[in-house]
């Protein structure tokens, strides 16, 4: 008998630099779109939602269209163009884009027309094409027109002096043939006609002209009715509705900025436009016109999408306001407050005995705003510093901000300014804080500050003490009933310290100052979840049951993927809970057929941000960085470590809820596409579990 101990089998070597094993950023990005259409033909979910998904999904396009695809044509106009992890050129990129595009776009308008139209109509919710109007509502239509819609409307006639007019980023146009002359003798053959935002793109008709019920008519169909009138004593021969998406990124160059405020509201105006990027068209529009479209929009057919409908349909959102319908919407909830944070309580006393951590929307988002409410009212608190990301124009927590600066306390707000679509709003509100005598800074030029953090200080009988919120999501009451994030309310000591450095470095100047519990980018996030990374692999090889959980809104990040190769070939258990774009490609023999990935779409939009090591020191931490480039490199962003056991515990089980196959979720397969799992009849979805779990 052999007693010779047989020697442990190193694993092969790697090719880490294979372009095969990545997924190409923006088609993923793509895929996570799809899953959100699909959403739209998902029966679980009531019609009311199911048509809110589809309206989404139009509006996740149009952001892609503008910043994605712009990106990719900029960066080849400028020669720029770099291959991507997967090894594509932005020109092939976009080719890609542009037949799975084309393919979605279809599906989508085919499921409007062929699905929810028809559903929403057995449920007296009708949209009323021009040959349905009946005599009576024929009358209304032509008086809303001549009240409402004729007077704000200016049609351009082309010729010489009248060129291709420069149309808005995303507007409704219409293109116009003419036949005639008009009253100066001009043979005119096209026209252009802008409707003009103010107006609503659906009409609701008053509930006496139509079948019990609601009834629409989309504002282009009265104007195709009526577009004649615009052009007396000519014969309007066709009038086409369509749209352009423009590049929408604003690029402000820092360098030689005296002032980021004043160079951003120069720039705001220019994104309206941009270069050109897409073209939607009516399906019906003669092909000669569209030809017309394109040479003077800059375009070519492959940027061209002829739609069976409506071009705008984002737009559609207004219905949900216009139809009370609660049978076929989510059925209302309250969140859920954890005992101690009641608005009754004082909440230093409650977060100075122990630690809370508030998983919204399931837990209310309150608790947050009346921290800072009665920081603000407190005699006690000294100083409040908080960054700002995304907040809305009305925001309560601005509002107790501006409350504690004019109460005479020492108001700090690292607002950003480049928070992107929301700049005019930050402009704004940076203007109000600064009236109310709050000190507002905008971060560091050239990094976006995205971290979300409040500190208080409070004068108490033995001295002065910190008080903490972090969290994965925005200080934002609306979204925080739309999106899963965490909140953590703390005293840790450790913590408190780090946040306060960390506001140091932010608003003064200074090298950098080592943090003993708190995580940040662009200095020791990455490098940090590197190491961790590291040591499951190293327990791994020690004999342990090493296990890997992250949950984010993205994983794009080279050396990121790359170390979760390298643990995966090495035999470590990593899971995946990735809701849009994930460039790793699990299942892969050899490589990464330890890595399971997942994706959770439903009533909630997922964004908290988890790591789980289940051998650190400190297993596992909530973030308000995704695993991307720009947040891993380019943004101050923050890693902060749940500490209490309960807590941690508490978050296991609620990732093993997202984790469970049989809950809902999506599975990513070796191809790159995926694959939903079947919600199982004794295991719901694990949003409707946490709701059931967690809110009042």
């Given at each position: 008998?052999?007693?010779?101990?047989?020697?442990?089998?190193?694993?092969?070597?790697?090719?880490?630099?294979?372009?095969?094993?990545?997924?190409?950023?923006?088609?993923?990005?793509?895929?996570?779109?799809?899953?959100?259409?699909?959403?739209?033909?998902?029966?679980?979910?009531?019609?009311?939602?199911?048509?809110?998904?589809?309206?989404?999904?139009?509006?996740?396009?149009?952001?892609?269209?503008?910043?994605?695809?712009?990106?990719?044509?900029?960066?080849?106009?400028?020669?720029?163009?770099?291959?991507?992890?997967?090894?594509?050129?932005?020109?092939?990129?976009?080719?890609?884009?542009?037949?799975?595009?084309?393919?979605?776009?279809?599906?989508?308008?085919?499921?409007?027309?062929?699905?929810?139209?028809?559903?929403?109509?057995?449920?007296?919710?009708?949209?009323?094409?021009?040959?349905?109007?009946?005599?009576?509502?024929?009358?209304?239509?032509?008086?809303?027109?001549?009240?409402?819609?004729?007077?704000?409307?200016?049609?351009?006639?082309l010729d010489p002096a009248h060129p291709f007019?420069?149309?808005?980023?995303?507007?409704?146009?219409?293109?116009?043939?003419?036949?005639?002359?008009?009253?100066?003798?001009?043979?005119?053959?096209?026209?252009?006609?802008?409707?003009?935002?103010?107006?609503?793109?659906?009409?609701?008709?008053?509930?006496?002209?139509?079948?019990?019920?609601?009834?629409?008519?989309?504002?282009?169909?009265?104007?195709?009715?009526?577009?004649?009138?615009?052009?007396?004593?000519?014969?309007?021969?066709?009038?086409?509705?369509?749209?352009?998406?423009?590049n929408a990124d604003l690029d402000v160059d820092?360098?030689?900025?005296?002032?980021?405020?004043?160079?951003?509201?120069?720039?705001?105006?220019?994104?309206?436009?941009?270069?050109?990027?897409?073209?939607?068209?009516?399906?019906?529009?003669?092909?000669?016109?569209?030809?017309?479209?394109?040479?003077?929009?800059?375009?070519?057919?492959?940027?061209?999408?002829?739609?069976?409908?409506?071009?705008?349909?984002?737009?559609?959102?207004?219905?949900?306001?216009?139809?009370?319908?609660?049978?076929?919407?989510?059925?209302?909830?309250?969140?859920?407050?954890?005992?101690?944070?009641?608005?009754?309580?004082?909440?230093?006393?409650?977060?100075?005995?122990?630690?809370?951590?508030?998983?919204?929307?399931?837990?209310?988002?309150?608790?947050?705003?009346?921290?800072?409410?009665?920081?603000?009212?407190?005699?006690?608190?000294?100083?409040?510093?908080?960054?700002?990301?995304?907040?809305?124009?009305?925001?309560?927590?601005?509002?107790?901000?501006?409350?504690?600066?004019?109460?005479?306390?020492?108001?700090?707000?690292?607002?950003?300014?480049?928070?992107?679509?929301?700049?005019?709003?930050?402009?704004?509100?940076?203007?109000?804080?600064?009236?109310?005598?709050?000190?507002?800074?905008?971060?560091?030029?050239?990094?976006?500050?995205?971290?979300?953090?409040?500190?208080?200080?409070?004068?108490?009988?033995?001295?002065?003490?910190?008080?903490?919120?972090?969290?994965?999501?925005?200080?934002?009451?609306?979204?925080?009933?739309?999106?899963?994030?965490?909140?953590?309310?703390?005293?840790?000591?450790?913590?408190?310290?780090?946040?306060?450095?960390?506001?140091?470095?932010?608003?003064?100047?200074?090298?950098?100052?080592?943090?003993?519990?708190?995580?940040?980018?662009?200095?020791?996030?990455?490098?940090?979840?590197?190491?961790?990374?590291?040591?499951?692999?190293?327990?791994?090889?020690?004999?342990?049951?090493?296990?890997?959980?992250?949950?984010?809104?993205?994983?794009?990040?080279?050396?990121?993927?790359?170390?979760?190769?390298?643990?995966?070939?090495?035999?470590?258990?990593?899971?995946?809970?990735?809701?849009?774009?994930?460039?790793?490609?699990?299942?892969?023999?050899?490589?990464?057929?330890?890595?399971?990935?997942?994706?959770?779409?439903?009533?909630?939009?997922?964004?908290?941000?988890?790591?789980?090591?289940?051998?650190?020191?400190?297993?596992?931490?909530?973030?308000s960085a995704d695993l991307m480039e720009r947040?891993?490199?380019?943004?101050?962003?923050?890693?902060?470590?749940?500490?209490?056991?309960?807590?941690?515990?508490?978050?296991?089980?609620?990732?093993?809820?997202?984790?469970?196959?049989?809950?809902?979720?999506?599975?990513?397969?070796?191809?790159?596409?995926?694959?939903?799992?079947?919600?199982?009849?004794?295991?719901?979805?694990?949003?409707?579990?946490?709701?059931?779990?967690?809110?009042?």
């Amino acid at each position: 008998m052999n007693d010779m101990s047989t020697p442990a089998v190193e694993p092969a070597p790697l090719d880490l630099d294979n372009s095969s094993h990545y997924i190409n950023r923006e088609l993923s990005h793509l895929e996570f779109n799809r899953r959100v259409l699909a959403q739209a033909t998902d029966t679980r979910h009531p019609l009311m939602e199911r048509l809110k998904f589809l309206l989404i999904f139009s509006s996740n396009l149009d952001e892609f269209f503008e910043i994605r695809v712009a990106g990719l044509v900029q960066s080849i106009k400028f020669e720029r163009e770099t291959a991507g992890l997967d090894g594509a050129h932005p020109e092939e990129t976009l080719r890609t884009i542009s037949e799975m595009c084309h393919e979605i776009v279809n599906e989508q308008y085919s499921i409007l027309n062929k699905i929810l139209i028809p559903e929403l109509e057995a449920e007296n919710i009708r949209f009323l094409r021009r040959n349905q109007w009946t005599e009576k509502q024929n009358a209304w239509i032509q008086h809303y027109i001549e009240t409402e819609v004729l007077p704000i409307l200016s049609p351009i006639g082309l010729d010489p002096a009248h060129p291709f007019p420069r149309l808005v980023n995303k507007s409704l146009n219409f293109i116009l043939e003419l036949e005639g002359n008009d009253a100066f003798g001009r043979d005119l053959n096209h026209a252009i006609l802008p409707a003009p935002r103010s107006l609503p793109r659906v009409i609701k008709l008053p509930d006496d002209l139509g079948e019990p019920g609601h009834n629409f008519v989309f504002l282009s169909s009265m104007i195709h009715a009526h577009a004649d009138r615009l052009f007396p004593g000519m014969e309007v021969k066709g009038c086409y509705q369509f749209r352009i998406t423009r590049n929408a990124d604003l690029d402000v160059d820092v360098e030689g900025i005296a002032d980021l405020a004043r160079a951003l509201r120069g720039e705001l105006h220019s994104r309206r436009f941009g270069t050109a990027v897409r073209i939607e068209v009516a399906e019906n529009c003669p092909e000669e016109l569209v030809q017309f479209l394109l040479a003077n929009v800059g375009l070519n057919e492959s940027d061209l999408y002829r739609v069976d409908g409506p071009v705008n349909l984002k737009r559609l959102m207004d219905v949900q306001n216009l139809v009370v319908r609660p049978d076929l919407c989510y059925t209302p909830f309250s969140p859920g407050i954890p005992k101690g944070l009641n608005r009754k309580n004082n909440l230093f006393d409650a977060i100075a005995r122990k630690d809370y951590l508030l998983m919204h929307p399931f837990e209310s988002f309150a608790p947050v705003v009346q921290f800072l409410r009665q920081a603000a009212k407190d005699p006690h608190v000294l100083a409040i510093k908080q960054t700002l990301y995304r907040t809305g124009s009305q925001s309560a927590i601005v509002d107790a901000l501006i409350d504690a600066a004019r109460n005479g306390k020492e108001v700090t707000a690292v607002v950003e300014l480049r928070a992107r679509f929301d700049e005019e709003e930050n402009l704004e509100l940076a203007s109000r804080l600064q009236e109310a005598g709050a000190v507002v800074v905008y971060g560091v030029v050239g990094y976006k500050t995205h971290c979300k953090m409040i500190l208080i200080v409070r004068r108490e009988q033995d001295g002065l003490k910190r008080y903490v919120h972090l969290g994965t999501g925005n200080y934002h009451s609306g979204n925080a009933r739309l999106y899963t994030d965490y909140s953590l309310l703390t005293s840790e000591t450790d913590i408190c310290e780090d946040v306060h450095l960390l506001f140091q470095q932010l608003t003064g100047m200074g090298q950098n100052e080592r943090t003993s519990k708190l995580l940040y980018a662009p200095f020791t996030l990455k490098r940090q979840i590197l190491k961790l990374i590291e040591g499951e692999v190293k327990a791994h090889r020690e004999g342990k049951d090493a296990y890997i959980i992250l949950k984010c809104n993205g994983l794009t990040e080279e050396k990121v993927i790359q170390a979760l190769y390298k643990a995966s070939h090495e035999g470590v258990k990593i899971d995946l809970i990735i809701r849009g774009m994930c460039c790793i490609r699990p299942g892969v023999p050899g490589l990464s057929e330890n890595i399971r990935v997942f994706s959770v779409l439903g009533r909630f939009l997922e964004h908290t941000r988890v790591y789980y090591f289940a051998n650190a020191e400190m297993p596992m931490w909530c973030s308000s960085a995704d695993l991307m480039e720009r947040n891993l490199n380019r943004r101050v962003e923050v890693g902060f470590p749940i500490v209490s056991r309960s807590l941690i515990k508490r978050m296991n089980t609620e990732l093993e809820l997202y984790l469970d196959e049989r809950a809902g979720s999506w599975q990513l397969q070796t191809d790159g596409t995926y694959k939903a799992a079947t919600e199982s009849e004794d295991m719901p979805a694990a949003q409707a579990i946490l709701l059931q779990n967690l809110a009042g």
